[in-house]
């Protein structure tokens, strides 16, 4: 006799029993031998169900394993990177700071230097006014300098703004005069155009002074010939 094994539905196979003789099962054989096909076909199953989830629990084991392996190696080269980036901002303010000092040194001898020419009497109102301009450039590129130190203020976001009382006037004429002997070099002439403006304005006069340094300097830089014009309304 043949016994098909079952899955739901579904024949994966049969339990073929022979009789011993002429002797076809009885009745009760027969029920028995169905009963024991279904406890068989049952028992496969659910073997082979067992088998397909260790080797799911496997699978994701292998895939746990191999994710963490990962986000260790990420780690470590985040850690790395990081560990370069803190020698890269240690080596970059020690530079910066040798630099200043650098700078500082001469630069404080020229400022110095024109402010005790200034008194003198000997000179005319041209050459003091010359002297002036220098010293302004002199003040100027100092505070520079000192900003150079504050990158990583900059770096983080961290700039305020230092606002005074100023006078727009007065700030737009010294820039005019820090850069009309490179204008005349180039044989350009250099021009101030100023219309109703407040008498004093809370800015960052460092800021603005630099701004206007910036777009005027360029404004030389890239103009052959004619003039170049500053206008504040």
Excluded: C
């Excluded at 009309?180 to 800021?207: C, N, S, Y």
Aim: aromatic share 4%; hydrophobic share 45%.
């Amino acid at each position: 006799s043949v016994f098909p094994l079952k899955d739901k539905n579904r024949v994966f196979g049969v339990l073929v029993v022979y009789a011993d003789g002429q002797t076809p099962f009885s009745a009760d054989e027969a029920q028995l031998l169905h009963e024991l096909t279904d406890s068989l076909a049952f028992g496969i199953v659910a073997q082979r169900t067992n088998a397909a989830h260790r080797h799911s629990e496997q699978e994701l084991a292998n895939y746990r394993d191999h994710l963490e392996q990962l986000v260790y190696e990420r780690t470590q080269a985040l850690a790395a990177a990081l560990t370069q980036a803190n020698t890269a901002n240690r080596a970059k303010s020690a530079f910066l700071s040798n630099m200043s000092h650098e700078l500082r040194t001469p630069l404080n001898a020229v400022i110095g230097f024109s402010r005790l020419m200034t008194r003198s009497a000997h000179l005319d109102a041209g050459e003091k006014k010359n002297l002036e301009i220098i010293n302004r450039s002199g003040n100027h590129l100092l505070t520079l300098i000192n900003d150079v130190l504050e990158l990583s203020k900059i770096e983080a976001g961290q700039v305020a703004l230092t606002e005074t009382s100023s006078d727009i006037a007065e700030l737009a004429w010294e820039v005019i005069d820090m850069l009309r002997p490179r204008a005349e070099q180039g044989g350009l002439t250099l021009t101030l155009d100023l219309q109703a403006l407040p008498a004093t304005v809370r800015v960052d006069t460092i800021k603005l002074r630099q701004i206007l340094i910036n777009l005027l300097g360029n404004a030389i830089k890239f103009t052959h010939q004619g003039s170049v014009s500053l206008i504040i309304h």
